[in-house]
């Protein structure tokens, strides 16, 4: 049964924990995208959005640590959308920006509408996660 104070209300979560899985997803997205694993080009693709959004996601988190998962994963939502949709935008700074590793990391180059349902997907499974992570918790303390 849900229980929207515990499911929709501010959660409490562990920057060193979300330090420590932004950096896990970090290092699996630089895998995924590296050609290392032998998936099919969709995959390597929207597999790398989907945890690129991700981590957007825990870093989300990790600022706001007191936001409900449902607000994290909306604010996660605008933010990776909102970057998505700059990639429409060039100017000299941003193209420079954007013309180093971090920066196309971070910012990409060029818009991609399939990347909107990738952000979405990585979101999702981010705020299942973490709503399944803080039920077993809830759960423990009881």
């Not at 990776?80 to 971070?106: C, K, M, N």
């Not at 973490?130 to 759960?139: G, T």
Request: aromatic residues 12%.
């Amino acid at each position: 049964m849900m229980n929207i104070s515990r499911d929709f209300g501010p959660v409490d979560r562990s920057r060193v924990l979300y330090a420590l899985t932004i950096l896990m997803v970090i290092v699996a997205g630089l895998i995924w995208r590296s050609h290392l694993l032998p998936l099919p080009p969709f995959m390597t693709k929207y597999g790398g959005d989907a945890l690129w959004a991700l981590v957007v996601f825990c870093g989300f988190g990790f600022l706001f640590n007191r936001i409900s998962t449902l607000h994290l994963a909306l604010v996660s939502l605008c933010f990776a959308w909102a970057i998505e949709f700059l990639q429409l935008y060039h100017t000299p700074l941003l193209d420079s920006i954007r013309a180093t590793r971090p920066g196309h990391l971070v910012l990409g180059s060029t818009f991609n509408w399939p990347d909107l349902p990738a952000y979405a997907i990585g979101i999702v499974l981010g705020a299942i996660a973490e709503h399944a992570f803080l039920n077993r918790i809830s759960q423990r303390r009881s």
